[in-house]
């Protein structure tokens, strides 16, 4: 079955870059169609989409975050990497990874989540 | 970037009530919306794709509808379990976008 899940730190100081590895099972990401996405969402808030990355390395951006975020895939390690550049307090909040196949445009399989909290 | 816009923000209901959630873009999306279900803690669930396509294990109760810019997420008969709060994203165009949310409670 499909699984994904993210690590990263839990705690980060402004102006530091944030790294966050989504690990993920149960499919490839050198299968055509397939992408992961990284969503995210601060507490009592709604879900915000970051990005995306396809199968064959087609890679999209929130235009107000682009500037910047960094997404990388190794396939070979079934892994998703999201960095963002300059953290703020205002960027606290749980990071999620997603799966979306099949040239589906939603997400069908979520990790868990990681709660980031940005402040020195 | 197209913005979702979801009626109303809150909403209280009982067991049993039938629940009716909007979604509407600020632009035409075809048919290219989701809804997801998410519950405290938890990650979302997909439980609508294509606007009204039934996500594979998610009960009947649950449909949606709609084309163009309004949508809608009905909730026929409402279960303990259904208490959440419910997002629509539209993935028409890049950036994808989610709506504010609609939170479900206990009257």
């Known amino acids: 079955q499909i699984t994904l899940k993210e690590s990263g730190p839990t705690l980060v100081k402004p102006t530091q870059t944030l790294t966050l590895t989504c690990t993920f099972s149960g499919f490839s990401l050198s299968t055509s169609q397939v992408g992961v996405g990284w969503i995210r969402q601060p507490p009592g808030e709604a879900l915000e989409w970051l990005a995306l990355?396809?199968?064959?390395?087609?890679?999209r951006f929130s235009p107000s975050l682009k500037s910047r975020l960094t997404i990388t895939k190794d396939a070979s390690k079934n892994q998703v990497v999201l960095t963002m550049t300059n953290m703020d307090p205002v960027d606290t909040a749980t990071y999620y990874c997603?799966?979306?196949?099949?040239?589906?445009?939603?997400?069908?399989?979520w990790g868990q989540g990681t709660l980031v909290t940005v402040s020195s | 970037d197209i913005q979702m816009t979801q009626s109303p923000s809150s909403v209280s209901a009982s067991v049993g009530d039938r629940v009716t959630i909007t979604c509407r873009a600020s632009r035409g999306i075809s048919s290219w919306l989701a809804w997801y279900q998410q519950k405290p803690g938890k990650a979302p669930k997909v439980l609508i794709y294509a606007a009204s396509n039934l996500q594979s294990g998610v009960p009947s109760r649950f449909s949606g509808s709609g084309s163009g810019t309004d949508f809608t997420l009905t909730i026929s008969s409402l279960q303990p379990e259904d208490f959440a709060t419910y997002y629509c994203q539209q993935a028409n165009s890049f950036p994808w976008t989610f709506g504010q949310g609609t939170n479900v409670d206990v009257k």
């Open positions: 997603a799966h979306s196949g099949g040239g589906n445009s939603f997400f069908d399989y």
């Open positions: 990355i396809y199968w064959d390395d087609d890679r």
